[in-house]
């Protein structure tokens, strides 16, 4: 059990602590990967700021758990890509600069840019600990953090928060995708690109907009 900001939560990516037991068997472990792979379309986005901005102050003592919800939900990586960011490749970035990312799930290369949240959030983790340039960005206790242990993590935030759904790993990249489109109106067109999407309605869906979107139409009064 972990107390970050005057709210306790469980730390999944982490051994026992507290008496309680919180790693998974192997198998669960590989039932939760495949549940995310194929049942992320599913998950639920954070659409309430004042959510995320929960959030980040429970996470505010953990410059970890706050870098990779602050990265996750100001890009549209997924947690496979998250895990596989080195130190010293934003080592020594600065706001507006980018990254190129070999998509684990696809094969390709993509250019990704951090914002000032993301520098300032990642700036925080390396002052926290000794990184060598060739070190995962994301490390728990027991090395190098997994898709599944994200899953959990970000599962047991939303939580602790009293949000109810199905939420997780998936949900940081459904957040900054609906936040694009709903609260700063990036058009679909370029978001399907951001997406990979072959379409633009595959992108309205993903996102779970597209109804609201519509109803939104017959608001407008002539």
Known sequence: ????????????????????????????SILIYFSIIFCGCTQKD?????????????????????????????????A??????KAGQVRDLKPGDSIQIKEKKTGKFRV????????????????SSLYNDNDPL?????????????HRLVKSWC?????????????????????????FGTDIPRLMVCFNHSTQRQTLEYLCIQADEIRNVYENEL
């Open 46 to 78: 954070i659409f309430k700021k004042r959510d995320i901005q929960s959030i980040k102050k429970m996470l505010s003592d953990s410059p970890r758990n706050q870098a990779l919800f602050t990265i996750g939900i100001n890009t549209n990586l997924r």
């Open 1 to 28: 059990m972990v107390n970050v900001a005057g709210a306790s939560y469980n730390d999944p990516s982490q051994g026992t602590r507290g008496g309680s037991i919180i790693l998974p068997s192997r198998f669960l």
């Open 112 to 127: 990704v840019t951090l914002n000032k949240a993301c520098i300032q959030a990642i700036q925080k983790l390396l002052a």
């Open 80 to 85: 496979s890509d998250l895990l596989n960011i």
């Open 138 to 150: 994301f490390v728990g206790q027991r090395g190098p953090l997994t898709v599944p242990s994200v």
């Open 159 to 183: 939580r602790a928060i009293n949000l109810r759904g199905n939420y997780g790993s998936h949900s940081m990249r459904k957040t900054w995708g609906y936040h694009q489109r709903v609260t």
